[in-house]
Nanobody, 128 residues
Framework: QVQLVESGGGLVQAGGSLIISCNASGFDFSIYTMGWFRQTPGKEREFVASINWIQSAANYGDSVKGRFSISRDNAKNTVYLQMNSLKPEDTAVYFC?????????????????????WGQGTQVTVSS
């Protein structure tokens, strides 16, 4: 079955960097746009970044533009999120999601409703 497993979260000081990963299985990873979202208690899941299935074009949420970078390795069925210049407000559980339709590229940030097959999430905590 479709499975997404996030890893790499942890505690980091403000200004630091962290890379988190999402390993996919149970489907043809190469034909799906993938996304990263984050969520804090009591708030909706927030779009962070997405990477298209073709040409790996990326989209970013306004709050992370210029600091975060998304990439994918189709040979490893893995999508990465490189997070630089981290701020305390980046503290959240980060989730990996698969776009609802294959062979579909997106050109702008989307809501969590456009993604599914969520992993269990990985906690990122940024201390001030």
């Amino acid at each position: 079955q479709v499975q997404l497993v996030e890893s790499g979260g942890g505690l980091v000081q403000a200004g630091g960097s962290l890379i988190i990963s999402c390993n996919a299985s149970g489907f043809d990873f190469s034909i799906y746009t993938m996304g990263w979202f984050r969520q804090t208690p009591g708030k909706e899941r927030e779009f962070v970044a997405s990477i298209n299935w073709i040409q790996s074009a990326a989209n970013y949420g306004d709050s992370v533009k210029g600091r975060f970078s998304i990439s994918r390795d189709n040979a490893k069925n893995t999508v990465y999120l490189q997070m630089n210049s981290l701020k305390p407000e980046d503290t959240a559980v980060y989730f990996c999601g698969r776009y609802i339709k294959p062979f579909t590229a997106i050109r702008e940030p989307r809501t969590a409703n456009d993604f599914g097959s969520w992993g269990q999430g990985t906690q990122v905590t940024v201390s001030s």
